[in-house]
């Protein structure tokens, strides 16, 4: 096991009709920005449920975030939380709400000029303005990690931040929620936490027996629910053990003392900022690939995920990781998700070698687990995906 | 899934040479209490390696925490915090000395007169006085948890006491520190923290997918790590293991929204105050016995374990459960631990009555998940165990 730090000081608060606890989690003499995406919580009953409970504090909004929270709406919110003397972030969405709270968060206590030096020169937020988040939609894990990517539509950037600065205060779970949300997201949701797992799992072996045990409960729990959540999402065990479980699958626990990839979100990434598809989606087209160009060095782990995760317990090394990558792409299938670059873009021409350029303008010359992915590998794994 | 809310702030620092960090997590003008056990860390190096790292700060020493800390002990060291006007306490040790620590935290700035009245009456310490730890014996989770048990010889009491402000502010886990642990202790930390599971998980079936997984991990990973750890304690790897697998065993993750027991933990407190048997030893003894007398409730997820933990996949959800129990029993006793209290002392007769008065005379009048352990059926189970 390798050597590790981990704190995670966010509080969770799991369950039914949890979203009333805003009121004692909120400081009464806070000035609340509360920041929503395209307005389904004013269609399913959480934002009267939210503007109850925020009933004793002052409360200014800023809805429209998008999905891949967009640079340019985030500046408009925080100008809303300089002129307005605003003290407490409250994200009421998904990741991307949540993580474009992150931003403003950092952005709101920045020192310096450019607010997007804070994502372009990797700074580290140590101390950012207080949030706390209702989540509306389980999948990224945002809501209990001090990371996030925002997206810049300009220049058709999406990039990563974070810091110890970034952690919710607290964050809210109720699994109601979950039944509102339409069967594409759903969907997202499920390949989004999935392909979480993946990246802090499979990698080289590194013999740390509980956490990938941890993964492996993960993964087999998502793979459970998956069919269910899809078919009822009304049925609140099934979305409480979802939800539970994308939180669980990006918290920072099953990350530590093992190497972890990140290679399959880094050409993600790219994607969506160059096709707006899906961040989920971008996953599900990378990861196959991903796993077929670096088989030699996967393929122990691969072996190990074959077997406890999908009880393949015949054949070689090399065939029970083939197989693994085959039920992968299945169950992504299963979920409607796609896993080829040509079938959620007919103007693919080209992108392999414009990501691998991107990486190369960008001095990211080494992604993965042994930092040893080149532009020109990243080039051959995304032509794969085509 | 029931609701639940989980925050646990503790900053864990984990792995090979890590004790040198203390440096940096206590503040330069803290005046220190260093807290330790019998000395075992004057032979191993532990205090060296202690002692250089708070070079920087004033330190005053107390040790001689036994093992069941104790009261008279601990208002001692009370007694030194006001004297020299301590600001930050370091325990060095097992759980022993943490939890002794913690009483000493909450004792500290306890405003009433009598501070047994935190145990007695059961009072929540919101605000402790800061401290952090050194694990140098992985098994009780106290190193993450903000819970503690205390023994107070003069009345033969053990209870327990805890509070959100009793979280360590950081513990440094160094599995180096395994290779020199006795064999009975490895032994009793490998009971310790299987049981600590065991009591949040074999319940009635509540459904919760990934809570259950996780439990069943932390088992796995104990069962495959205890030959190893116990037939060689400086294999770093199967000691990194087994330390982080004690400590996810207890620091509240696992017990989240599900149903728990503690009745074994209960009676078995109870035998250590009646006879001075070693805390792991009374679980060992208690657990099979509860497990029998409670088959009914239990039994369907004493077969899932015997499923997933054991791979006995054959027969009736009865003929799993009590292989199971069976199981369990054989792993202790591999482990060199006794399962039945006249193996552990000859002097058991009327031992059941007695817990069963103390529990009557407390009013504890009904154990374990259901509440539904009454005082008769505690003198059952005792007596089971004889």
Redesign the interface.
Known sequence: ????????????????D?IQKLETEIPNDAKVLLLYGGGSIKKNGIYEQVKTALSNVEVIEFGGIPANPEYAVLLNALKVIKAENITYLLAVGGGSVIDGTKFLSAAALFEGDMPWDILSKKIRTEKGMPFGTVLTLPATGSEMNSGAVITRAETKEKLGMGGPGLFPEFSILD?QVISSIPQRQLANGLTDAFTHVLEQYITYPN?????D??A???L??II??APKVLKDPTDY?VA??FM??CT?ALNGLIQ??VPTDWAIHAMGHELTALFGIDHARTLAVIAPSHYQYNFEDKKEKLAQYAARVWNITEGSTDDKAYAAIKKTVAFFHELGIDTKLSDCTKDYEGTAEEIAKRFTDRGWLGLGEHQSLSPDKVEKIVKMAY
Not at 207 to 211: F, R
């Open positions: 096991m390798n050597n590790f730090e981990f704190k995670n000081p966010t509080k969770i608060i799991f369950g039914k949890t699994p013999g740390a027996l509980l956490q045990r941890f492996e409960s993960i087999q729990t459970e629910v065990k409480s053990d539970w479980s669980m530590k003392g």
